[in-house]
């Protein structure tokens, strides 16, 4: 069977003339939509626990601005939930958990089968989203990497250096292991469970791999990659993966080739024209406009989109964001950014 959808030709190495587009947190508070479907549920996670609100508002961004993919909207941190976390947002500042901090902690934990018990109604969303999407339009699941997840189930909250979780991995390697084992069986089987519920992609987001570094990296940011792509890959050997170790640097280089992912997602710290010389060879690349030009807008914008798209050209590629759209962004520029690529012509 041919394929269709852009998003899998690219992800199935296709060069296509145009890169197919999507941005992380395309259903955000950027939109007016977004805002108002989110105080309807009242708060953040009663709109991912929401399966009819939530499906509404992964189709927003689509109705209005034609993306070539959606985003399942969901949290990385509802998976913690699942396992017994205690989960919070405080608004203007950001989520809150119950902390893990010794082995006696992760024996609080639920086994890794009762997840769905919590998680059913992300499910419910991703059979109303294979029903509502258009046809040209590929569903995308997620999960965040076992060590990011880690971060801030050690924590309990955001961390600008995740210090408190490299100070259990140097202390408690013990428990600092075993988290991060229950968290790569789990995340495990919430994919598989996306997958059986319709989703088309996975992508696992480690927004924190960039601050692990030496072996460190391997062991914990490739290596709990490589065996998520392992198992997914054995159950399901056509649904492509996108793998994204956000400001990997240098660790980029080899991720796609020791990990069996599909695709990689770059952040903005790196050049396109670097990703195009050292990564593009392994796979397709996504990425990786930075998101700040989403609030200024501009030639500034415009020159860089241009380059990235002309940079990436020779090989698969997927135009993103290098992380995700920040809510004082203009949604009139995020039009602008679609009919610039759409347009651009290649010299
Ligand atoms: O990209 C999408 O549109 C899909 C849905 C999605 C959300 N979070 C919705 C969300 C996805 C894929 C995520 C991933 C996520 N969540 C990550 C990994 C990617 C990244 O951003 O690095 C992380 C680290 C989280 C944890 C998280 N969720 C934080 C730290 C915060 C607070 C920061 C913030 O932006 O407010 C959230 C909240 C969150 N997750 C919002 C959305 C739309 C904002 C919530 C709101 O409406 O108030």
Redesign the pocket.
């Known amino acids: 069977m041919t394929i269709k959808k852009k998003i899998l030709k690219a992800l199935a190495g296709e060069v296509l003339d145009t890169p197919p587009i999507w941005?992380?947190?395309?259903?955000?508070?950027y939109l007016p939509e977004?805002?108002e479907t989110?105080a309807q549920a009242g708060?953040?996670l009663s709109?991912?626990y929401n399966s009819d609100l939530a499906a509404e508002?992964?189709l927003q961004?689509i109705r209005r601005y034609g993306f070539d993919a959606a985003?399942?909207?969901?949290?990385?941190?509802l998976l913690p939930q699942a396992l017994g976390a205690d989960l919070w947002?405080v608004?203007g500042?950001?989520?809150r958990l119950s902390t893990i901090n010794s082995t006696d902690d992760l024996k609080l934990l639920k086994p890794v089968d009762e997840i769905h018990d919590t998680l059913r109604p992300v499910y419910e969303t991703v059979r109303i989203l294979s029903k509502e999407l258009p046809e040209e339009t590929t569903l995308i699941g997620?999960a965040?990497a076992p060590w990011?997840v880690a971060t801030?189930m050690i924590a309990g909250r955001?961390t600008p250096d995740q210090k408190p979780a490299h100070d259990l991995k140097d202390n408690n390697i013990l428990a600092f292991e075993n988290l991060i084992e229950i968290l790569t069986k789990a995340t495990i089987k919430y994919l598989s469970a996306q997958i059986d519920a319709g989703v088309e992609v996975v992508?696992i987001?480690d927004?924190?791999a960039g601050s692990l570094k030496g072996d460190d990296f391997y062991k914990y940011a490739l290596e709990p990659t490589k065996k998520i792509v392992m198992e997914l890959k054995a159950k399901y050997p056509k649904v492509p993966i996108i793998a994204?170790p956000?400001q990997a640097g240098d660790y980029y280089k080899g991720f796609l080739k020791s990990t069996g992912a599909d695709c990689l997602a770059i952040d903005d710290s790196i050049s396109s024209a670097w990703a195009a010389k050292y990564l593009q060879k392994d796979g397709c690349i996504q990425g990786n406009l930075n998101s700040s030009h989403m609030v200024s807008g501009g030639q500034n914008m415009i020159d860089e989109i241009e380059t990235i798209v002309s940079d990436l050209s020779q090989g698969p590629h997927i135009f993103n964001l290098g992380?995700?759209i920040?809510?004082e962004a203009n949604p009139d520029y995020v039009a602008l950014m679609i009919e610039t690529i759409r347009n651009f012509k290649r010299s």
């Open positions: 941005m992380m947190r395309q259903a955000g508070r977004y805002r989110r708060d953040f709109l991912c508002v992964t961004p985003i399942l909207f969901a949290d990385i941190l947002f608004t500042e950001g989520p997620f965040g990011t801030y955001g992508k987001f927004s924190w994204f956000r992380h995700g920040t809510p």
